[in-house]
């Protein structure tokens, strides 16, 4: 075609070409000289358009040769054309019915994870109400705890208002202190648990929240893929988007497809375990806490009750020895007073002697004798001196023995009052607010 428009616009340089070398109807034309011509009498100088007979036979053969040609060549288009329309037809059916299958598969496929989310998130949603339910056990058995740990500290101070020789360091002060160190240390275990159990539950939600966005993602292109697998031919709210075939850069593969989900799933069956797993574990640790704590206060409180009747057996044994030693003191008050009336009796005698002895010195001259009379008299007199001072002596040794006894007495009273004291502190105390440690369900959280 270029080189046509090069031909037309280029225009041949003039020659001269000899008369002789000319085609024959051209010099006869151009002479005039043919059997049909006049000679170029009328005509002359003029060109003629007509044909010559077998040139209009020819004309008319090639006109025929054409026109059948055409009509075969017409034919044989239409007969091609009529098969690759029909092939045509053929191959985009098959075509729409392959992509409307791949189509019906690939919401198969959307549908099996889309369903597999669905049923991790309802399991990681219940598994959070399960754990929440454990975490709330693991608060109120924290809170339980304040009890038995105000009881132990009240017992302790308690203890401490003992007095001497009642504060010593016996069996239940070391079992009080056990059973503080126990509920520090309970308290620590649960509050690390109650930490783990929070930080669990914000795992199941994170994870929760991503196969959440995932099925989200799912259920959007499975309602767009049904959508597209129901345009037919005759839909009406179908047109051109030339743009739209072509491959987008960051579109995944079908194998980065399903491992993007199956990952997700892996992971929050992973947390759903460990979630599991924290359970028991919560499960295990309230019913070994529950089960120590009422075993130490059962230890505690044997000890109170070992301790109150080895207090009630000294006060006991101790107000025996004190009606023992208030009898004495009675029948020791009885002794001295018998002793000073003896020595009161004594007086009389002593007095007859000595006013005998007095009377008889005034004996005149050799009447003043010695004889057995005044021997006599001197002897009752030195007699019932020496008497007299015995029994001053043993009033003396009465009267230490009754102050000992009273001594004694009061030791007994004071060492009674502390007894009694101790036995008050444990059993009106102690063993009074230990009525209110909380049941086992309590300390389990329930």
Not at 5 to 34: I, Y
Not at 154 to 161: A, G, I, P
Request: with cysteine.
């Amino acid at each position: 075609m270029e080189q046509d428009k090069a031909l037309m616009t280029k225009e041949p340089a003039p020659q001269s070409v000899p008369v002789s070398e000319l085609p024959r109807k051209v010099c006869e034309v151009a002479l005039n000289t043919g059997p049909d011509s006049s000679s170029g009498l009328t005509t002359a100088g003029f060109r003629t358009a007509k044909y010559l007979t077998h040139e209009w036979h020819q004309s008319n053969s090639d006109l025929y040769n054409k026109a059948f040609s055409g009509c075969e060549q017409g034919e044989c288009n239409r007969a091609e054309s009529k098969e690759l329309s029909a092939h045509a037809a053929a191959t985009t059916e098959r075509a729409q019915q392959n992509s409307t299958a791949a189509l019906g598969q690939r919401l198969q496929d959307i549908h099996f994870w889309k369903s597999e989310l669905q049923k991790q998130i309802e399991d990681l949603d219940a598994e959070t109400s399960l754990l929440a339910a454990q975490k709330l056990r693991l608060e109120r058995a924290l809170d339980a705890t304040a009890v038995p740990y105000a009881i132990a500290t009240d017992n302790l101070q308690c203890w401490e208002r003992r007095q001497p020789p009642d504060l010593v360091n016996d069996e239940v002060e070391q079992e009080l202190l056990k059973e503080a160190e126990l509920i520090r240390n309970i308290q620590e275990l649960l509050k690390r648990t109650l930490s783990q159990a929070a930080n669990q539950m914000r795992l199941n939600r994170d994870h929760k929240e991503i196969c959440e966005m995932d099925w989200s993602d799912k259920v959007e292109t499975y309602n767009i893929d049904d959508k597209c697998g129901r345009y037919s031919n005759q839909s009406t709210n179908i047109q051109f988007h030339p743009s739209s075939v072509k491959y987008e850069e960051s579109a995944s593969t079908p194998e980065t497809w399903a491992k993007f989900t199956h990952d997700n799933i892996y992971r929050a069956e992973r947390e759903k375990l460990a979630s599991t797993n924290l359970r028991a574990l919560i499960d295990s640790i309230l019913h070994d806490v529950s089960e120590d704590l009422r075993r130490q206060c059962a230890a505690v409180n044997e000890a109170f009750v070992r301790r109150c009747e080895e207090l009630d057996d000294a006060k006991h044994n101790l107000e025996h020895h004190l009606k023992n030693v208030l009898r004495e003191i009675g029948d020791q008050e009885a002794n001295i007073a018998a002793l000073k009336k003896a020595i009161k009796d004594k007086e009389a005698p002593m007095k007859v002697a000595q006013t005998r002895l007095y009377d008889r010195s005034f004996r005149p001259n050799v009447e003043l004798c010695r004889d057995e009379a005044q021997f006599r008299l001197i002897s009752e007199v030195e007699e019932l001196t020496e008497t007299i001072e015995s029994l001053k002596q043993k009033l003396l040794e009465s009267e230490q023995s009754l102050r000992n006894l009273e001594d004694t007495r009061m030791d007994l009273e004071k060492e009674i009052a502390v007894k009694r004291n101790s036995i008050f502190i444990d059993r009106q105390k102690c063993m009074g607010h230990r009525m209110h440690y909380p049941v086992v369900l309590k300390l389990a959280g329930y």
